[in-house]
């Protein structure tokens, strides 16, 4: 199952939306004709990475452009920089140096992050490496301190740092306000990465509805309605993003043994061994999805690690003449908790996220890639490679079944 984790793009329905006259698109089903928005009223609902990414684009060409925001969430700046010819070369003349430290580090992008805590630090060096951090890195800036997401007080600095940045951005008090994410950890729910998406709303013909407080009620034929007013529109993006981790695998119906479908046997969540196979279903290999690091890493990585796992478990079983392998359910158990008991030393289950199932409505309510980092997820593999496939079950499939 090579499916992908963000492939199932998620479209709530509103009221109406039948009767809209104008263009209607979504971020993940992008048409491959150039769309016009030169002159035009347009909506964007959402403001995850792509409704953060496209506003500030669409802000410059339409006339008029509102953002229908539900829950602020943090954003970093992508830092875009020139690269000299020079640059380009020597990060070129790099790469095994630069694959060998990404697949090496925690995360997978290759930051290694500070090995102090960020309270270790005096404010005024701590303000430095944020800074620098913040200029600099990108997602990185989530790495500035290894604890940023491990301990709460030191997560409520950077807190206080990314709202002070926000608020040098965004010039209505109102606005900034509304801007500013509130009640959960900084980095519990995936940043973004954006380039002047706050410095957007400065502008004149951008505006912030806030459907938290006012939510859509139906679309007409000229727009949106909400609880406060109607809102006239030419175009109407949903950047409303995916079903996440298990929409995109449970979409086919996979049939195990005794007819459990893969949907009833994780009807409480994604029970499996390494995020990699789960009992009921030999046979059945899952790439990059939960209870594997997937989503919490560099998902290019992450994928080697288990194609190279796959790819030697198979050689052997082939090299014995064994036909079927499947996890041990023991084990499933004990991975299951293991990835929960890692989620419960992170900042993480403190915030509503589609790490924790809450994108969809009716989604078990758990924890769902492994937080344990790439590189300790990888001893991991080779642990039970080494162990002779340990936790997993491998046998001869008589010839007479």
Same mark, same amino acid.
């Given at each position: 199952m090579a499916v992908g984790q963000l492939s199932k793009p998620k479209k709530p329905d509103f009221p109406g939306e039948a009767h809209f006259q104008g263009e209607v698109y979504h971020s993940a089903l992008w048409p491959h004709h150039p769309v016009d928005f030169i002159g035009k009223r347009v909506g964007i609902i959402g403001t995850g990475s792509s409704g953060v990414q496209m506003t500030p684009v669409i802000a410059e060409k339409a006339a008029h452009l509102c953002v229908f925001q539900r829950t602020a969430n943090y954003s970093i700046p992508a830092c875009h920089a020139h690269i000299s010819d020079a640059e380009d070369a020597a990060i070129k003349a790099g790469y095994p140096a630069r694959r060998e430290q990404a697949r090496n580090s925690p995360s997978g992008l290759g930051f290694i992050p500070n090995k102090k805590s960020l309270l270790e630090d005096p404010p005024d060096v701590r303000e430095q490496v944020l800074e620098r951090a913040w200029n600099r890195l990108g997602f990185g800036f989530a790495l500035a301190y290894h604890d940023i997401l491990l301990n709460e007080e030191a997560n409520d600095r950077v807190v206080e740092f990314v709202h002070r940045k926000i608020a040098e951005k965004v010039h209505d008090p109102v606005v900034r306000e509304k801007l500013t994410p509130r009640g959960f950890p900084f980095g519990a729910m995936r940043p973004s990465v954006?380039?002047?998406?706050?410095? /957007?709303?400065?502008? @004149?013909? +951008? *505006?912030?509805?806030?459907?938290? %407080?006012?939510?859509? &009620?139906?679309?007409?034929?000229?727009?949106?309605?909400?609880?406060?007013?109607?809102?006239?529109?030419?175009?109407?993006?949903?950047?409303?993003?995916?079903?996440?981790?298990?929409?995109?695998?449970?979409?086919?119906?996979?049939?195990?043994?005794?007819?459990?479908?893969?949907?009833?046997?994780?009807?409480?969540?994604?029970?499996?061994?390494?995020?990699?196979?789960?009992?009921?279903?030999?046979?059945?290999?899952?790439?990059?999805?939960?209870?594997?690091?997937?989503?919490?890493?560099?998902?290019?990585?992450?994928?080697?690690?288990?194609?190279?796992?796959?790819?030697?478990?198979?050689?052997?079983?082939? /090299?014995?003449?064994? @036909?079927? +392998? *499947?996890?041990?359910?023991?084990? %499933?158990?004990?991975? &299951?908790?293991?990835?929960?008991?890692?989620?419960?030393?992170?900042?993480?289950?403190?915030?509503?996220?589609?790490?924790?199932?809450?994108?969809?409505?009716?989604?078990?309510?758990?924890?769902?890639?492994?937080?344990?980092?790439?590189?300790?997820?990888?001893?991991?593999?080779?642990?039970?490679?080494?162990?002779?496939?340990?936790?997993?079950?491998?046998?001869?499939?008589?010839?007479?079944?």
């Amino acid at each position: 199952m090579a499916v992908g984790q963000l492939s199932k793009p998620k479209k709530p329905d509103f009221p109406g939306e039948a009767h809209f006259q104008g263009e209607v698109y979504h971020s993940a089903l992008w048409p491959h004709h150039p769309v016009d928005f030169i002159g035009k009223r347009v909506g964007i609902i959402g403001t995850g990475s792509s409704g953060v990414q496209m506003t500030p684009v669409i802000a410059e060409k339409a006339a008029h452009l509102c953002v229908f925001q539900r829950t602020a969430n943090y954003s970093i700046p992508a830092c875009h920089a020139h690269i000299s010819d020079a640059e380009d070369a020597a990060i070129k003349a790099g790469y095994p140096a630069r694959r060998e430290q990404a697949r090496n580090s925690p995360s997978g992008l290759g930051f290694i992050p500070n090995k102090k805590s960020l309270l270790e630090d005096p404010p005024d060096v701590r303000e430095q490496v944020l800074e620098r951090a913040w200029n600099r890195l990108g997602f990185g800036f989530a790495l500035a301190y290894h604890d940023i997401l491990l301990n709460e007080e030191a997560n409520d600095r950077v807190v206080e740092f990314v709202h002070r940045k926000i608020a040098e951005k965004v010039h209505d008090p109102v606005v900034r306000e509304k801007l500013t994410p509130r009640g959960f950890p900084f980095g519990a729910m995936r940043p973004s990465v954006d380039h002047r998406f706050y410095e /957007a709303f400065n502008r @004149d013909n +951008v *505006e912030l509805v806030d459907i938290k %407080e006012h939510p859509i &009620v139906e679309f007409t034929a000229n727009g949106i309605r909400t609880k406060a007013g109607e809102y006239p529109l030419d175009m109407i993006i949903f950047a409303t993003g995916f079903d996440v981790f298990t929409g995109s695998i449970l979409a086919p119906a996979i049939i195990g043994r005794g007819g459990v479908t893969l949907r009833e046997k994780w009807s409480d969540g994604p029970a499996n061994y390494l995020g990699l196979s789960t009992t009921g279903f030999p046979n059945l290999f899952i790439m990059v999805g939960p209870g594997s690091p997937s989503l919490l890493s560099n998902v290019l990585v992450s994928t080697e690690d288990h194609a190279d796992f796959i790819r030697d478990m198979i050689t052997d079983m082939n /090299a014995r003449d064994l @036909d079927e +392998v *499947e996890a041990r359910p023991d084990a %499933e158990q004990k991975w &299951v908790q293991h990835v929960n008991e890692r989620s419960q030393e992170t900042l993480y289950p403190k915030a509503r996220s589609y790490y924790m199932g809450d994108e969809v409505p009716g989604k078990p309510h758990v924890f769902m890639p492994y937080s344990g980092g790439v590189r300790g997820y990888r001893r991991i593999l080779h642990k039970v490679m080494a162990n002779q496939w340990e936790g997993f079950d491998m046998r001869k499939v008589d010839d007479a079944n």
